[in-house]
């Protein structure tokens, strides 16, 4: 991915300057199962300054279950699932008074979000779906609120405050900024240059030499004996998007895979782990989304033919 330099420098910045409560020094593995369980897990910290802008950084399987992408500036890094995002689409603000809300559309084994809000606010109500908890602190002078559930499904969070007319060094005439914020603030400005400078790569580095058609099949893929003994090892579920595959000439979007067998989000990800393990199937890594294809292990080292 061109964009994975830029995450390991905005991970160094934001490991040096802020701890991420939740998250283990050796790194955070998602743990999957086949069951009925959910194995879908999202571990962030949402830094909101006083403009309504926040920062996102942490980790999540599915962004696609993060409405507040779409109108955001992300980079997500598809291999190990961090997410790093600068939004103005978490808050609303209506006169003195502002409206944090966050919502998924996935379902969680585990969910850990923790706000990090401006000093000297007003806390409201706070509310979220009844499977969540949440807990209310302060660190380094700031608001805390953070929010943890286990097998949890869409869960949502809002939280309302208020900020002060006149911020302590208004009414002091002295310098009053809190050295949090000030982190915080220099993090914004890093994240968003790297954003920045990460799309410009994307551009300039497609635009030199010839571009690379991609590799389409225009046969019809047969299923062989060795294919279908290879093929009832698998579980239903394994066997259904393998059968989608073949059905689709050996490849299609993720999301697409998703729709066809009706798989839900929640279970796709470790199916598809599964079969990646056994060298059935090979993720085509994009910036947005994946696409799901065949192995050449699976279509022809393993007896696979074409008609």
């Not at 060298?279 to 696979?304: P, Y």
């Amino acid at each position: 991915m061109k964009t994975a330099g830029i995450l390991y420098l905005v991970l160094l910045f934001t490991a040096i300057a802020t701890p991420t409560p939740g998250l283990a020094s050796d790194g955070f593995s998602f743990a999957f199962n086949d069951t009925g369980s959910y194995s879908s897990q999202l571990i962030l910290d949402i830094y909101v300054d006083e403009t309504g802008k926040a920062l996102v950084i942490g980790y999540v399987n599915d962004p696609e279950s993060l409405p507040f992408l779409q109108t955001a500036d992300y980079i997500y890094e598809i291999e190990t699932q961090q997410l790093y995002a600068i939004t103005h689409a978490l808050t609303e603000k209506s006169g003195e008074r502002w409206m944090l809300t966050f919502t998924t559309t996935a379902n969680y084994s585990t969910y850990q979000a923790v706000f990090y809000l401006p000093p000297a606010i007003s806390l409201g109500r706070i509310t979220c779906s009844d499977q969540l908890e949440y807990l209310v602190s302060t660190a380094n002078e700031s608001l805390v609120v953070e929010f943890h559930g286990y097998e949890v499904q869409g869960p949502g969070v809002w939280i309302a405050y208020q900020q002060p007319l006149t911020t302590p060094s208004e009414a002091t005439g002295v310098n009053a900024f809190d050295p949090g914020y000030v982190i915080l603030i220099v993090l914004l400005a890093i994240v968003s240059l790297m954003l920045s400078v990460g799309f410009l790569m994307v551009r300039l580095g497609s635009e030199p030499g010839p571009v690379e058609k991609p590799r389409v099949r225009s046969m019809k893929i047969k299923q062989t004996p060795a294919m279908a003994r290879t093929m009832e090892t698998l579980t239903d579920r394994e066997r259904a998007i393998v059968n989608a595959l073949l059905k689709h000439n050996g490849e299609m979007t993720q999301s697409d895979l998703r729709h066809e067998t009706e798989i839900p989000k929640s279970s796709l990800n470790s199916i598809l782990r599964a079969l990646e393990r056994g060298q059935i199937i090979k993720k085509n890594a994009g910036r947005r989304k994946n696409v799901i294809e065949l192995t050449e292990w699976f279509l022809s080292g393993n007896g696979g033919e074409k008609t």
